[in-house]
């Protein structure tokens, strides 16, 4: 099993280089490729960067403490480094990508927007499994909690189909005040939300606010994350509905226009 780690907080952040040092020793056939610089809320983007002639700078660098890891800094966001991996720019494509440890929840559906979350979509949307991992963000953060269940969750993930995206969200604690580890639907919102305080001409003031339990709904990842269990949740990647009657209907449209 190859294993490409990468996150969208940089290559230098200590969530990334906790999480590798766990995922490389449970996988000896790991590496790293992640941005250059922080990419938070790229989503799955991959910038205004692939056009004919366009040359993507990288360089090979030695993260602390993991001396013969094999590790990229890339200019780039982190779903572009998913595709160059899977190009094979860095050696054989990944069977799997672990994307994190992001310091900040990624819940409910605003994980769209998010570049860690955005890595494992790509991953899945390539046809292999995706694993993204976060850690609530409040106070002294447990790094290790947060990598050690990343690296259960990449072991067992050889028991769903490939080409589907894991979510895992972690609380910020010690390992044993963690109450467990739980299957969650994802919230309709995440646990923030945007808000527009004021407008004026030219000017937009954007707030974030928490999201209450009422707004998030029962057994989501947003509330049980905040009673304390870490959360799972898979997500399918792109899907295809049955659309034939619309097609048709489109069809008909206009060729009687």
């Not at 890891?69 to 966001?77: C, K, W």
């Not at 979350?117 to 046809?127: C, D, Q, V």
């Not at 969750?153 to 969200?169: D, E, F, H, Q």
Request: charged residues 20%; hydrophobic residues 45%; aromatic residues 4%.
């Amino acid at each position: 099993m190859r294993v490409l780690v990468t996150n969208d907080d940089g290559i230098e952040s200590k969530g990334l280089i906790r999480l590798a040092r766990v995922i490389w020793e449970v996988f000896p056939d790991t590496f790293v490729v992640a941005p250059s610089e922080d990419k938070s809320g790229s989503g799955a983007a991959i910038g205004p960067l692939l056009h004919d002639g366009n040359v993507i700078d990288y360089d090979r660098v030695e993260l602390p403490g993991l001396s013969g890891l094999s590790a990229y800094a890339i200019d780039g966001t982190p779903a572009l480094g998913v595709i160059l991996s899977n190009l094979g720019a860095f050696g054989d494509p990944p069977d799997m990508v672990v994307s994190g440890i992001n310091p900040g929840s990624n819940t409910g559906k605003s994980v769209l927007h998010s570049g860690t979350a955005g890595a494992a979509l790509t991953a899945a949307s390539f046809g292999i499994t995706g694993v993204a991992v976060s850690i609530v963000a409040r106070g002294r953060i447990n790094w290790d909690t947060a990598a050690r269940l990343g690296a259960v969750v990449a072991s067992r993930a050889t028991l769903l189909p490939k080409g589907v995206m894991i979510n895992l969200n972690v609380p910020n604690l010690p390992m044993d005040e963690i109450k467990d580890m739980v299957p969650a639907k994802l919230a309709h919102f995440g646990s923030l939300r945007t808000e527009l305080k004021e407008a004026q001409p030219g000017k937009l003031h954007v707030l974030l606010k928490s999201t209450s339990d009422s707004d998030a709904g029962e057994a989501t990842d947003v509330t049980l994350l905040r009673d304390n269990y870490a959360t799972i949740t898979v997500v399918s990647g792109l899907r295809v509905i049955d659309s034939v009657a619309f097609s048709r209907a489109v069809v008909d449209e206009i060729s009687g226009a």
